[in-house]
């Protein structure tokens, strides 16, 4: 239904947002600590669900690397 559609386009918008900030966050501390590997891999992760498929995909290569 419009309901639904409505009620699930503002939950994607909420969750893309507490994305937006985990990836903030996550960006810092990447720069602080560049060898944690699970940083790079969450802010992968994040960046993804924002839609930044292009840093995501760096941020996951970083992570194996």
């Known amino acids: 239904s419009n309901a639904d ?3 699930r386009a503002k ?6 947002a507490e994305f937006a900030k985990a990836a903030a966050l996550l ?3 990447a720069r602080q600590h560049p ?3 699970y ?6 992760a994040c960046l993804f669900h924002c839609g930044d498929y292009v840093e ?5 290569r970083t992570a194996i690397a």
């Open 11 to 16: 939950a994607d918008k909420k969750a893309r």
């Open 39 to 44: 940083v790079h891999s969450n802010l992968g």
């Open 27 to 29: 960006q810092q501390l």
């Open 35 to 37: 060898r944690l590997r």
């Open 56 to 60: 995501a995909a760096q941020a996951l």
């Open 5 to 7: 559609t409505l009620e």
